[in-house]
């Protein structure tokens, strides 16, 4: 079954200061979805990647992934209060790429410092 | 457009009892999947619903269903509740495959 290793597992930064999440999968990734979440609430949708060497950005985050489909990583940049929270990298295990049925990192938990 | 809408946000059941917990997807959305997200596993996927039929299945105990209904409207269901089975449930809906997903925020059960 595939595995989704997420590191680092936490990260404390100060205000401003860029940082990466990386997402390592054990299987081709065929489909990757990156999501925040707030602890004890739902999965807010960031960015889905689909494609090798793809990259997507929105406001201050840049979601890539690898040539072999196997690595994802989130970058943000000049980090701010409210980027703080729980970052999960989800995919599905199967070939297809659908997204019904995800298997989730166990996710990064990021702490902004002001 | 509303977002998926979970009831009810907070259970406290005790050991034996039975839970339903609800979830209505957003309007159109006729993929609906159920996740247990727990401190010492994570997230993980129960099943998924579409047009009333479950299409998908995780490694969950049978004491754990689910249905669907016309309105793409869905029902979880744990019977004979163990300490175990306390997390937060997520409900997600998705237009088509390829599509993500998105989350409600979750009922927290609680088993004393």
């Known amino acids: 079954s595939q595995e989704l290793e997420q590191s680092p597992q936490s990260l404390i930064v100060q205000e401003g200061k860029n940082l990466t999440i990386n997402c390592t999968s054990s299987?081709?990734?065929?489909?990757l979805y990156w999501y925040k979440q707030k602890y004890g609430e739902g999965l807010i949708f960031l960015m889905m990647?689909?494609?090798?060497?793809e990259e997507k950005s929105h406001e201050k985050i840049t979601a890539k992934l690898d040539e072999k489909k196997q690595q994802s990583s989130l970058h943000i940049t000049a980090s701010q209060p409210s980027h703080a929270g729980i970052y999960l990298c989800?995919?599905?295990?199967?070939?297809?790429?659908?997204?019904?049925?995800?298997?989730f990192g166990k996710g990064t938990l990021l702490t902004v410092n002001p | 457009k509303a977002g998926v809408t979970q009831t009810p946000r907070y259970l406290i059941k005790t050991r034996g009892q039975q839970v339903t917990l609800s979830c209505s997807p957003i309007?159109?959305?006729?993929?609906v999947s159920w996740y247990q997200q727990t401190p010492g596993q994570g997230l993980q996927f129960l099943f998924e619903?579409?047009?009333?039929?479950?299409?998908n299945k995780g490694n969950f105990p049978g004491r754990f269903s689910g249905r669907q209904f016309s309105n793409s409207r869905s029902e979880m269901n744990v019977s004979t509740l163990e300490l175990g089975d306390s997390a937060l449930y997520l409900c997600?809906?998705?237009?088509?495959?390829?599509?993500?997903?998105?989350f409600g925020d979750g009922t927290r059960l609680s088993i004393l």
């Open positions: 989800g995919a599905d295990p199967n070939s297809g790429g659908s997204n019904y049925k995800l298997t």
């Open positions: 990647l689909q494609k090798g060497g």
């Open positions: 299987k081709t990734l065929y489909g």
């Open positions: 997600a809906s998705s237009l088509l495959g390829y599509q993500p997903q998105h």
């Open positions: 309007s159109g959305h006729r993929s």
């Open positions: 619903y579409f047009s009333e039929t479950q299409r």
